[in-house]
């Protein structure tokens, strides 16, 4: 055999390699997607709960802390089953106005507002088309989580600053509130409550230009006065840590949320997707 026949086999023979690999490198990434086909239809919208976005275990636990790559599985999982984005504002048009939705609606919610939302989620979610809700700690923003800090509950984070803040409200995300400095609300007067829950509002909205309208408890701390409170301040709804999906017979003050940790599962995710 000549030489450049040789060559040309070889060629030949790698060139299949290649391909067949690449050919079980797709089928193996769809395969490890499964359908949601066989669970019944959700009686209610998924309020799905993250707070950091993070590959580096020095930066928290997986109680807080959701590794990219399960994240990119489950904002896959979430595409390849027709779920679509919609936002907290979107979800109180429909109770309220009857505002039309999609199919299988979802809203992803962030608490705190931290950096690694903007390096690593926001990425991941603009490759799906996904939007999320980032609920910002006003006083924390071009700094870090110094309220989990100062009470050693947590390791340092950076916050994000005003201009990845500006950047993802201009990629359709939705900017909420999440409080000046991160109280417990049921545990301080009205009166500070309701600076917390105003002046949050404010500072956003002169910061973004445009209306705050939903809000987050931090530690999921509230009562009815501090319902009422976020009621009279302006928002249009607020969301707990209390586990559920948000239904038209739900308070808008009181929404609950499936918690999505880093200790998750594939599986365990979509068991929690599909629970209440
Ligand atoms: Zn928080």
Known sequence: MSLSKKIFLVSLLIITLILTGTGIWHQQQNRAIPSDANYPKLGGIPILMYHKVNPNPGTGGLGLRVPPDKFEWQMKYLKKNGYETISLVDVMDHFEKGKHLPDKPIVITFDDGYLD????AY??????????TIFVVSKAIGNTNFFDVEKK???ENRIMDWNEIRELDAAGFTIGAHTVDHPHLAEVTPEVARYQIEESKRALEHGLKKPVEVFCYPYGSYNDTVAQITKEAGYRAAVTTELGLAKITSDPFKL??????GHY?????IEELHKY
Request: net charge positive.
């Open 117 to 120: 939302n903007y390096q690593f």
């Open 256 to 261: 609950h949320r499936i918690r999505v940790t």
């Open 265 to 269: 599962s594939n599986e365990k995710f």
């Open 153 to 155: 509950l947590q390791p």
């Open 123 to 132: 990425p991941i979610m603009q490759k799906y088309g996904f939007t999320g």
